[in-house]
């Protein structure tokens, strides 16, 4: 029989959305108005943490203008730290939601899906927008096949039952992420979700994986180079693992 969690959230509670960005002027602002379109309707308490790390394409002027006078969007513009994992952190510590939901600003990660990952919280611990569960899919067909596989070694090495290891599309309870050695998980770029699945998964987090479909990013660039980022993450996978082994990451 399957054990559920009695966290049961009250109606009340607030979810603070954290949205890292980088260069992301042409599509933050429609992103922002998206979500707001996906949970007001529904009654969602919730803020948006727009944390940007002083982009020099003007993402923070954008945002000013769009929302000086929405009491649910908060700007924080970064001058001294850069990096996504730091400013997810970040994002978390200046936000006071008793959830908490991150995702990518370009698009990848539809926003009609936050009240999915939101509501399913009720029972879980951590909830994940997967592309490797049944309806979940990725656009880009050579990604969606290198991903999958790289996700399957993944599982392999560590032990774990999760799919998508590499998703960043996930809602959490506050104190179940603060209860963690931030330091030991939030560096770096998206490696910082697998440590964090896999720091979870050994303290018997309850995690479901919910279908998300990937669209391409809609505007600006990518910051991501395939070679560079394959290299990062393959030696942040063989040092979690040295160090679990070690019981160095905990
Ligand atoms: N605050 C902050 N956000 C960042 C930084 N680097 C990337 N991001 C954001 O992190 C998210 C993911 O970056 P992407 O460039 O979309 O990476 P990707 O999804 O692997 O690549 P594509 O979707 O193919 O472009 C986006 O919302 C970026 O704006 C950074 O240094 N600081
Ligand atoms: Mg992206």
Redesign the pocket.
């Known amino acids: 029989m399957v054990q559920h969690n009695n966290r049961h959230p009250p109606p009340t509670a607030k979810t603070s959305i954290i949205l890292?960005?980088?260069?992301?002027k042409d599509n933050i602002v429609e992103l922002v108005q998206a979500i707001h379109r996906c949970l007001r309707p529904e009654g969602f308490n919730y803020e948006v943490i727009i944390?940007?790390?002083d982009s020099p394409d003007g993402t923070a002027e954008a945002v000013r203008a769009a929302f000086d006078d929405d009491d649910r969007v908060e700007l924080h513009v970064r001058t001294q730290d850069?990096?996504?994992a730091s400013?997810l952190r970040y994002g978390a510590e200046h936000s006071d939601g008793e959830m908490l939901v991150f995702m990518?600003?370009?698009f990848?990660h539809d926003p009609a899906v936050i009240p999915q990952l939101i509501k399913f919280l009720e029972y879980y611990d951590v909830v994940i927008g997967s592309r490797f569960v049944m309806r979940g899919g990725m656009e880009d067909s050579a990604r969606y096949a290198f991903s999958f596989a790289y996700n399957l070694g993944l599982r392999f090495l560590f032990g774990t039952r999760v799919w998508d290891n590499l998703s960043g599309f996930f809602a959490i309870y506050r104190d179940r992420l603060l209860e963690l050695n931030l330091d030991q998980v939030f560096y770096g770029y998206?490696d910082y979700f697998i440590r964090l699945l896999m720091v979870g998964w050994r303290r018997g987090w309850r995690m479901l994986e919910i279908p998300v479909f990937y669209q391409l990013?809609m505007h600006g660039?990518?910051?991501?180079q395939f070679l560079s980022i394959f290299t990062q993450y393959t030696v942040a996978i063989l040092r979690l693992r040295f160090r679990l082994w070690m019981e160095r990451i905990r």
């Open positions: 890292p960005t980088y260069n992301e944390v940007d790390d850069r990096g996504l400013a990518d600003t370009d990848n998206g990013r660039h990518s910051k991501t």
